[in-house]
C-alpha cells in the first residue's frame, strides 16, 4: 500500500486492459463503473422520455405527439427510471464500488454473482428495449390487469424484462447480505460499520424477501396473457385486485429499496463534510432497519379507492404512519449532525442539503396521502404523482448525485469542476422543485394523472412544471459534461480529499487491483475526524503520524 | 323544441378530437376545489391542518439546517477549523423527537379515520344510479330506466352510486366531492355522496384505462328542488316524442359514441360516422361489407363480428343497452351524416 494521501500508479482501472478485461472481470469496481454507466446511460433514455411526456403537457390538448405515443412514453419514462435507474442506482453502482472497501474487503463474497448480476441487468434492459422498438408497452410502469392482459402493445417483452431485472436485484441483494455478514475486517462489529452499510444491508434484506413475489407476479401476467389462464382477469375467472395486492407487496418494498441506500448516502456526507461524528447513530442506523422490516406491511395503502375493506385499508394506513417515525428520526438527526460541527458546501453537501430540503416535503406530503380520507381524494391524481417524485427524484435521485460527487474521486482519481459542480447542483434542486411543486397544487386541485389531455384551467402549472423539467435536463447536461471532461483534465485525486475516515478513504484513488494488502484493524467508531487533517500540498486530508 | 333538447344534452365545448371539457367550480380554496358536501368540507379542513402543519415543520427544519450551515461554516479547507463538539447522541432529544411526532400522528389518522368511514357507509335513504365505466365514456343508469352519459343528482340527497366497469380498470372521479372508486370489471364497487350546492362540476377517470383514458370526463349537475324528477321525465317525454334521426344523434352523444367515431371525418380509435352510410368497408378478415341497416345493428349488438381492417377490436357490445326503437334511430342518424 502507498503512503497515505498519495496516488500510486497501479489501480483496478489500469490494472488490465481493453474491452474484454472488463467483460469478464470479478472486480467489485469495475462491475460498479460498468453498473454506474448503464444506469446512466437509462437515466438519460428515461429522462429523454420525461421530457417529451412534459413537453406534450404544455397545452391542454394534443401538442407533439399522439394518445398512444403519450401513454407509451409515460410507460417507459416510469419502467425505465424505477426498474433500470433508481432500484439499481445506488446499490449495484455506488454500492458495489464502495461497500467491499468499506469493509476492507478485496472484494465481495461471490464476485462471479456480481458479474452475473450485471448481465441480467443488460439482458432485462435490452428486453425492455426490445418492448419500445417493436409496439411499446402503454400500461403504465405497473401493468395494472386486466388493462395489460389485453392491451395490443407488447407488454411480454417489458414484463419479461422487469422479470428477470428482479433476478439482478436478488443477486445484488444476497452478495451484499453475505458480504456484510461474513468479509467484516477484525474489530469491525456491527455498530461500528458504516451507516451506508447499515443502509444496503436492509436493503439487500428487502430485495432478497420481496422481489421474488414479483417475479412470481410477472410471470403469472405472461401466463395470462400468452396462454389465457385466468388468474386477474375476470372474464377468464380471476381477480384483478389480486394484481394490486401482489404487485404493491413487492413495489412498496421497491420504493424503500429505492429510497433507504439513498438515506446510507447522505449519512456518510452529513458527518464528513461537518468534520463532526454522525448524531444518534443507533437510531439512523436502527431505523432503517425498522423502515425495512414496517415497509412489508403497508403495501394496501395503494388500495384505499380499490374497493379494498374498510378494515383492511385502517390497518394498513396505520402501520403507514408508523413508518413516518424512522423517518423523521433520520431526518432530526441529519441536521443534529452538522449543529456546532464545521460545515464546509461542497457538491456533496450541497446535493446532500438539496436531498433534506426536498426529502423532506416529499416526507410531510406523504401524510396527505397515509390519512385515508384526504388519500380518496388525492389518489391518482397529480399530488400523488408530486409526492413520489420529491422522494424518488428528490430523494434518490438526489443522493446517487451527492454520492456520486462524494465518490467520484475515489473511483476516477480525479477531481470534478467544484465551481460547475456547485453551479449546476443549484439548477438541478430549482429546477425539480420547479417541477414538482406545481404538481402539488394541481393534483390537489384535482388533476389525474397520466392524462394526456387536461382541463385549461390547469395549463398554467403545467407550464410552470414543464420549465421547470428542462431547467433540470440543463442541469444534467452539465453535470455530465464537466464530469467526462474532469476524466481527462480533472486535477489529480488525493487518496481522501473530504476527510472521511471510512476505510474507502484509506486507500488510493482510484483504490489498488486488490483495496487493501492487509485487512485493516478497527478499533474505533467510522466518524472520528480529529486525526485526520487538511495539507494543502496534496488537496487532501492526510491522517497524523503516517 | 326537439333541436333544443339534444343542443341541452351537447353542453360542451368539444376540443379538436371531440374531447367534453367540463369546468370546475370556482373556489377561494388555492389548494382544493369547490367543496360541494359537507363531508368534503370535513375532509378538507383535515387536509387544511395537515397543510399547516407541515408548512410550519419544514420551515422549521429548513431554517434550522440553514442557519447551522451559515453558523458553523467550515470556512476553506486549509484552516482546518475543527467541529465545536463531537457530542454524538442523546437519548432524551431521541425519545423527544420520536414521541412529539407520535401525537401528530394519531390525530391526524383518527381524525382521517372518522371521515373514511363515513365516506364509505352510504346512508339507507340514498337514490341509487347505476355507473357504468367503459373505454372511454361513462354512463349513468337511473331508478327511471333512462340511461345518459351526464350524472343528475337532487339537491340536499343522498346518492349512491354503485360502479362497475365493463372492461378494464376506470376510476369514477368526482373531485368536488372528493369521491373515488374503482370501477373494477366483475364486481361492484360505490361511493356517495350528498350535494349542496345546485350547479355543476367536472368528472373524471382516475385510473389510466389506455389510448382516451384522458377524454373520459363527464360532468354531474346538481338539481335544486324538484329539478332533478322533472328532468328525468322531461327526458323520458322528450326522448319518446323526438324522431328517429334525433333520437339517434341523442344516443350517439349519450352512450358517448363519439370517443371513438368522430362526425367530422377524422380517424379516431374507430371509424369515422361521417360519410360511413352505404360504403364498402374492407374487414380485417379480409372480406368487404356494405354498411348498411344490418351490419350497424350487428356493429352495436356484436362488435367483434366484423372490425373493420385496420382499427383495434375495442369496441364494447351495447346488447341490452338500446331498445331496437333507439337503434333504428341511429341507423337513421347515420345516414344524414353524409
Known sequence: MAAPGTTIDENFITHEKGLLS????????????????????????????????????????????????????????????????????????????????????????????????????????????????????????????PYSTTTTTSVIPAVFGAFILGFSSIFTGLNFMTTIHKLRPPGMTWFRMPLFLWALYSTAVMQVLAT??????????????????????????????????????????AVYIMIVPAFGVVSEIFPVFSRKRVFGYKFIALSSVAIAILGFLVWGHHMFTSGQSVVASTVFSAITFLIAIPTAIK??????????????LETPMIYSLGFLW??????????????????????????????????????????????????????????????????????VLFGLNLTFFPQFIMGSRGMPRRYYNYLPEFQEMHQLSTIGAYMMGLGFVITAWYLIVSLKKGRIAPANPWGGHTLEWHCSSPPPYYNFHDAPVITEGPYEYADWTYDKKIGGYVRKGQ | MTHFVANSLLLFSAQPDGAFVPKLAPTDNFWLPNAGSELARSIDSLFMFIMWSSIVSVLIILI???????????????????????????????????????FFLVTVFVWGFKDFVALRTSPKDSIEIYATGQKWKWTFKYPSGHVDSELHVPQGKNVRILIKSVDVLHSLFIPEYRVKMDAVPGRYTE??????????????????????????????????????????LEMEKRIDALPPVELGQLMVKQFGCGACHSLD????????????????????????????????????????????????????????????????GIVEYLKTLK
Not at chain 1, 44 to 69: C, F, Y
Not at chain 1, 72 to 82: N, S
Not at chain 1, 221 to 231: D, M, T
Not at chain 2, 292 to 309: F, G, H, K, T, W
Request: glycine letters at 10%; hydrophobic letters at 45%; charged letters at 15%.
Open chain 1, 22 to 145: 472488463w467483460l469478464t472481470t470479478l472486480d467489485h469496481k469495475r462491475i460498479g463503473v460498468m453498473y454506474l454507466m448503464c444506469v446512466l446511460g437509462a437515466f438519460l433514455l428515461g429522462g429523454t422520455a420525461a421530457l417529451v411526456v412534459r413537453t406534450e403537457l404544455w397545452t391542454p390538448g394534443p401538442t407533439i405527439i399522439s394518445h398512444d405515443v403519450y401513454n407509451q412514453a409515460f410507460t417507459l419514462h416510469g419502467a425505465a427510471m424505477v426498474f433500470l435507474v433508481i432500484i439499481p442506482g445506488i446499490p449495484a453502482a455506488l454500492g458495489n464500488i464502495v461497500l467491499p472497501l468499506m469493509l476492507g474487503a478485496k472484494d465481495v463474497a461471490f464476485p462471479r454473482l456480481n458479474l452475473a448480476s450485471w448481465y441480467l441487468w443488460v439482458i432485462g434492459a435490452l428486453f425492455l428495449i426490445a418492448s419500445l422498438v417493436t409496439n411499446a408497452a402503454d400500461t403504465g410502469w405497473t401493468f395494472y390487469t
Open chain 1, 212 to 253: 421474488p413475489v414479483l417475479g412470481i407476479t410477472l410471470l403469472m401476467l405472461i401466463v395470462e396473457r400468452a396462454v389465457g389462464i385466468g388468474i386477474f382477469d375476470p372474464k377468464l375467472g380471476g381477480d384483478p385486485v389480486l394484481f394490486q395486492h401482489f404487485f404493491w407487496f413487492y413495489s412498496h418494498p
Open chain 1, 331 to 344: 431526518v432530526f438527526n441529519w441536521v443534529t449532525t452538522m449543529y456546532k460541527g464545521a460545515v464546509h
Open chain 1, 358 to 427: 426536498v426529502f423532506t416535503i416529499g416526507g410531510v406530503t406523504g401524510m396527505f396521502l397515509s390519512v385515508m380520507s384526504t388519500d380518496i381524494h388525492l389518489h391518482d391524481t397529480y399530488f400523488v404523482v408530486a409526492h413520489f417524485h420529491y422522494v424518488m427524484m428528490g430523494g434518490a435521485i438526489t443522493a446517487l448525485l451527492g454520492g456520486l460527487h462524494y465518490w467520484w474521486p475515489k473511483m476516477s482519481g480525479r477531481m470534478y469542476n467544484e465551481k460547475l459542480g456547485q453551479v449546476s447542483s443549484l439548477i
Open chain 2, 64 to 102: 434550522a439546517a440553514a442557519w447551522i450551515c451559515w453558523k458553523y461554516k467550515g470556512g476553506a479547507r486549509e484552516e482546518n477549523r475543527a467541529a465545536l463538539s463531537q457530542e454524538d447522541h442523546s437519548t432524551t432529544l431521541e425519545i423527544v423527537w420520536s414521541v412529539v411526532p407520535m
Open chain 2, 191 to 232: 361511493l356517495w355522496f350528498n350535494p349542496e350546492q345546485a350547479g355543476t362540476s367536472p368528472i373524471f377517470c382516475a385510473e389510466y384505462c389506455g389510448t382516451q383514458h384522458s377524454d373520459m370526463m363527464s360532468q354531474v349537475t346538481v338539481h335544486a328542488g324538484d329539478g332533478y324528477d322533472k328532468w328525468l
Open chain 2, 265 to 328: 371525418g377524422k380517424t379516431g380509435t374507430g371509424p369515422t360516422f361521417k360519410g360511413l352510410w352505404a360504403k364498402t368497408e374492407t374487414l380485417a378478415t379480409g372480406q368487404t361489407v356494405l354498411v348498411d341497416e344490418n351490419y350497424v345493428r350487428r356493429s352495436i349488438l356484436e362488435p367483434m363480428a366484423d372490425v373493420v381492417q385496420g382499427f383495434p377490436p375495442q369496441m364494447p357490445s351495447f346488447k341490452g343497452q338500446l331498445s331496437d326503437k333507439k337503434i333504428d
